[in-house]
């Protein structure tokens, strides 16, 4: 991993587009808005799956759970 961001240097990323979403199948990969990516990685806690692993395409930058999880929170998801 290149660089972490900060917490709100997140916030201030979220509706920015590059991001890929990376999960245990290869063959499915969704791309899109931090937001989005924040939205399918809840959905996908809430129904017991893991959530992913989110990275931002051009620097390589990744986001651990705890950042998604404290992201979902900014966005009033439960968490």
């Given at each position: 991993?290149?660089?972490?961001?900060?917490?709100?240097?997140?916030?201030?990323?979220?509706?920015?587009?590059?991001?890929?979403?990376?999960?245990?199948?290869?063959?499915?990969?969704?791309?899109?808005?931090?937001?989005?990516?924040?939205?399918?990685?809840?959905?996908?806690?809430k129904s017991g799956q893991a959530p992913g692993l989110i990275?931002?395409?051009?620097?390589?930058?990744?986001?651990?759970?705890?950042?998604?999880?404290?992201?979902?929170?900014?966005?009033?998801?439960?968490?």
């Open positions: 991993m290149s660089k972490k961001y900060t917490h709100e240097q997140l916030i201030e990323r979220v509706k920015s587009h590059g991001w890929r979403l990376v999960t245990g199948n290869k063959s499915h990969t969704i791309t899109g808005t931090l937001e989005n990516l924040l939205g399918i990685t809840h959905d996908r806690r990275e931002e395409i051009e620097t390589g930058v990744e986001l651990d759970l705890i950042q998604i999880e404290e992201l979902w929170h900014s966005l009033g998801l439960p968490v």
